[in-house]
T-cell receptor
Framework: QKEVEQNSGPLSVPEGAIASLNCTYS??????FFWYRQYSGKSPELIMS????GDKEDGRFTAQLNKASQYVSLLIRDSQPSDSATYLC???????????FGAGTTVTVRA | EAGVAQSPRYKIIEKRQSVAFWCNPI?????LYWYQQILGQGPKLLIQ????????DSQLPKDRFSAERLKGVDSTLKIQPAKLEDSAVYLC???????????????FGPGTRLTVL
């Protein structure tokens, strides 16, 4: 079982729609959760971090965490063509805070 | 605030040659990470430094890879000799807090794209 699993994608959404990205993790005691955006040929850029159950909103992005279900998601509202990228879910273990990354979900926003 | 700096940005070598990558973390960041990212995959941690000490190098192929972080700031990652399967992007990241910090956000440099022929 992989430590962090994401929707394989690609995910194609029309401009203005909501893009929904899902991530599950295997280590029950994980403490910190991150979403990175990676444009083609570029390095990962941190866009959201979440540490407690519930929702966290930042602009058009909302991260949702459910530790009981070992599930974290990212919603992108009012999707724009500039949101077209690969989104990486990363999870930090509780003992050493080492990040484990999922393989990423590629999102394409159609104009 | 300047970000994580890496050089070179691109490198093409032949198998069995050696190569070195350099990283300068964000000023004041105690923890430095080297990752390998193969096309289509998420980054995989190779080595983690806390100041100038190694915290985790369990995923580093020590027969060919080495890394150091002298004086707790800059770091170099070396591959000798390189294999075809080492073709990847090598990413350096840094974070402000050490192991005691719960909110250990990591920030990445631009990466070095290595092609081994």
């Amino acid at each position: 079982q992989k430590e962090v699993e994401q929707n394989s994608g690609p995910l194609s959404v029309p401009e203005g729609a909501i893009a929904s990205l899902n991530c599950t993790y295997s280590d029950r005691v994980s403490q910190s959760f991150f979403w990175y955006r990676q444009y083609s040929g570029k390095s990962p850029e941190l866009i959201m971090s979440i540490y407690s159950n519930g929702d966290k909103e930042d602009g058009r992005f909302t991260a949702q965490l459910n530790k009981a279900s070992q599930y974290v998601s990212l919603l992108i509202r009012d999707s724009q063509p500039s949101d077209s990228a690969t989104y990486l879910c990363a999870v930090a273990r509780s003992n050493d805070y080492k990040l484990s990354f999922g393989a990423g979900t590629t999102v394409t926003v159609r104009a | 605030e300047a970000g994580v700096a890496q050089s070179p940005r691109y490198k093409i070598i032949e198998k069995r040659q050696s190569v070195a990558f350099w990283c300068n973390p964000i000023s004041g960041h105690a923890t430095l990470y080297w990752y390998q990212q193969i096309l289509g995959q998420g980054p995989k941690l190779l080595i983690q430094f806390q100041n100038n000490g190694v915290v985790d190098d369990s995923q580093l192929p020590k027969d060919r890879f080495s890394a150091e972080r002298l004086k707790g700031v800059d770091s170099t990652l070396k591959i000798q000799p390189a294999k075809l399967e080492d073709s990847a992007v090598y990413l350096c990241a840094s974070s402000l807090l050490g192991l005691a910090g719960a909110y250990n956000e990591q920030f990445f440099g631009p990466g070095t794209r290595l092609t081994v022929l």
